[in-house]
């Protein structure tokens, strides 16, 4: 876990993740600039984001730079494991095919 999503993108988990859950709304970085920062590197590991504040139009624009899901908080805990083990999975065989990082 990482408190900020530019101590995240400075770590080497960036290439070692199965899937990425972000918050649309933090210091610095948002989530969404996340993604696309993500995207710009190749990165192409499925992006889980999440908001109790987005409207319809940032959750277009997640969708545009790629991001997997955006779950609206509040939200049930197994619907949202649900997701994310469903993220996680595809980029466990995304990894696999690649056979290396980035």
């Known amino acids: ?13 960036i290439w ?4 990425i859950v972000s918050d649309m709304e933090m210091p610095g970085t ?16 499925p992006v889980v984001l999440m908001s109790a504040r987005a409207g319809v139009s940032t959750a277009v624009e997640a969708t545009a730079y790629g991001a997997f899901a955006f779950v609206e908080k509040p939200f049930l805990p197994e619907r ?4 994310v083990h469903s993220a996680s999975r595809r980029g466990s065989r995304s990894q696999r ?3 290396a990082r980035g």
């Open 97 to 99: 095919m690649l056979g």
């Open 16 to 19: 070692d993740s199965d899937c």
């Open 1 to 13: 876990m990482f408190g900020t999503a530019d101590v995240f993108l400075s770590s080497s988990s």
């Open 30 to 45: 948002s989530g969404v600039e996340l993604l696309r920062l993500l995207r710009l590197r190749g990165i192409d590991t």
């Open 80 to 83: 949202f494991l649900e997701v």
